[in-house]
């Protein structure tokens, strides 16, 4: 609907035509507005995320909560403080009256500064790691209103930023550097945060809460968080010069694969996973000949299951990409890389992608529990008290699978950061958030909820060739993960479904036991 079309709130708006636990969008002067009821009790926010500016109209109203439908954001009507990642900032709220029936919004308010008053406050908070954990972490310490030391210590040579765009939209040409920063600089330097990049941290003394950085110097802390993420896996590929090969875990990756790309005529990627798929079509935008080979039988089997995976490859062959699935790479020489069916190929360079090892050896020498990944608690707190982990090295006990698990997702790395830091602060919070993640290769996007290792039930609903359909997968009757595809609703529906199936039994028995 057009901005002039929608119902102009300032005049007014009957209270019948808001849905009771939904809500309508209309206009307040030149801004879209979303006005929403739970009982007698009016709201008025702002229509568009503060992530990737998605329509809220779209999304779900989970009591008093606005849930963006594009990567599950989520927001306080009341307040319009963004709750949970992946956005950070605020919407807008406007001030409402009801008089006799009909519902007017009127001035915008003020934007109430999300300070509250922290419950503990070490004197000083660590964080290693510069990414999505880390930097939601330092973000959510000032939110609480904690006023001591942050320090974020980062092995990368840039600012916090936008991981998942780097296979997507900035490789494919689509998205400019500027998107790519999480935050501006100003943003470290007006919350007193202190950014360290471009510098590694080589050992911890949990005792004396020291940390000790490669070349010597130490800092001390009195909380310390660990979210030092996932490094890509390396494999020697025989013949191939460094040069040729590429990973994509870094900013500086990605711009390394866009400059290759600019002069690329062919490319081929090992591994038909995320990263692999993405950066295949991304590569395909800039017109580059892409070959994808992978050992798997079918793309993004394991975690999307047959069909899905399948759909993924006709789509990736729909604008030509060429698959040699059950293959790998054997050699390079120069130009032309042997596969191990004997094909040759002629490649520009090499796109590897064939997984990611959590990077867990500073909690390993700190003498932290660690079993395939850090072990937290609930509370994301690792084995040593104040010490805690979040994001892709965290192996938390997941209430809704009953497991004990660690994923490579932004969105759970972010949250895990929030609720790290809000446990830094002494406020005991569970990690409950149903796990969350989106892929998005020609347009195309699947966004899954939940977390099924692994399943015996996979049922479609609807029509993949539509590209409007569910995949739910369930392991012995239990919904564990649900796909979908053009039906972002649906998803929130799902994980809202997920997270009030959790409160009425919160102890998982499964975990109870191990
Ligand atoms: C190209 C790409 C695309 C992706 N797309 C998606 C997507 O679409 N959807 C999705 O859900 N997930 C996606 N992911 C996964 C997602 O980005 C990760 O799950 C997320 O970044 C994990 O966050 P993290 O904070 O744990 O680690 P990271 O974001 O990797 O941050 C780790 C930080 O720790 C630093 N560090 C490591 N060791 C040290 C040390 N010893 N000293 C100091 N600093 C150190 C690193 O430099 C880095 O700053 C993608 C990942 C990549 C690489
Ligand atoms: S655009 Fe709203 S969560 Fe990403």
Not at 109 to 136: E, F, H, M, W, Y
Not at 205 to 211: E, T
Request: glycine letters at 10%; hydrophobic letters at 40%; charged letters at 25%.
């Amino acid at each position: 609907m057009e901005h002039s079309d929608q119902p102009d709130f300032v005049t007014g708006i009957p209270v019948n035509r808001i849905p009771d636990g939904g809500m309508i969008q209309g206009r307040v002067g030149k801004e879209d507005v979303i006005l929403s009821r739970r009982g007698a009790d009016f709201f008025a926010v702002g229509a568009k995320c503060t992530h990737y500016g998605g329509p809220l109209i779209k999304g779900l109203v989970v009591g008093d909560e606005l849930r963006c439908p594009l990567h599950h954001a989520c927001f306080d009507l009341r307040t319009g403080e963004a709750l949970r990642a992946p956005a950070l900032d605020p919407i807008p709220c406007w001030r409402v009256e009801e008089i006799d029936g009909t519902v007017f919004v009127r001035e915008k308010l003020q934007q109430a500064p999300d300070i509250q008053t922290s419950r503990k406050t070490p004197a000083s908070v660590v964080i290693v790691g510069g990414g999505a954990a880390g930097l939601a972490a330092a973000d959510m310490l000032r939110r609480k209103g904690y006023d001591g030391s942050v320090t974020v210590i980062s092995a990368d040579d840039s600012a916090p930023y936008d991981r998942p765009n780097l296979s997507k939209e900035f490789l494919a040409g689509e998205a400019p550097a500027e998107w790519i920063p999480l935050r501006s600089p100003d943003f470290y330097t007006s919350r007193k945060i202190d950014l360290i990049l471009n510098r590694r941290v080589a050992s911890i003394d949990i005792g004396p809460k020291k940390v000790f950085f490669e070349g010597g110097q130490t800092k001390e802390f009195d909380a310390l968080l660990l979210a030092t993420g996932a490094d890509p896996v390396r494999i020697a590929v025989p013949g191939a010069s460094d040069s040729q090969l590429h990973y994509l875990r870094t900013f500086a990756d990605s711009r390394a694969l866009v400059a290759k790309a600019q002069s690329a005529k062919q490319v081929v990627i090992s591994g038909a996973s995320f990263i692999g798929l993405e950066v295949a079509a991304s590569l395909r935008e800039r017109n580059i000949a892409v070959h994808v080979v992978s050992p798997g039988r079918v793309p993004l089997e394991h975690v999307l299951g047959d069909e899905i995976g399948r759909f993924f490859q006709n789509l990736h062959e729909s604008h030509g990409v060429t698959f040699h699935m059950g293959e790998t790479v054997t050699r390079v020489d120069g130009r032309l890389v042997t596969l191990s069916g004997g094909a040759k190929l002629d490649a520009d360079f090499l796109a590897l992608g064939v997984g990611v090892r959590p990077a867990v050896a500073l909690a390993e020498q700190a003498g932290l529990r660690v079993d395939r990944g850090v072990v937290v608690n609930e509370y994301l707190e690792t084995s040593a008290p104040g010490v805690f982990a979040a994001g892709d090295i965290a192996r938390w006990p997941d209430p809704h699978s009953g497991q004990m698990i660690r994923i490579e997702h932004w969105v759970v790395a972010e949250r895990q950061g929030q609720v790290a830091a809000r446990n830094i602060l002494g406020y005991r919070e569970r990690f409950n958030a149903v796990p969350f993640f989106w892929t998005s290769q020609f347009k195309v996007s699947v966004k899954y909820i939940g977390h099924a290792q692994t399943w015996d039930e996979a049922t479609i609903d609807g029509s993949l060739e539509n590209k409007d359909c569910s995949v739910t997968f369930k392991l012995g009757g239990r919904t564990l993960a649900v796909a979908t595809i053009g039906r972002d609703l649906q998803n929130l529906q799902v994980e809202a479904a997920m997270e009030a199936s959790l409160l009425q039994s919160p102890v998982n028995p499964l975990l109870r036991a191990g």
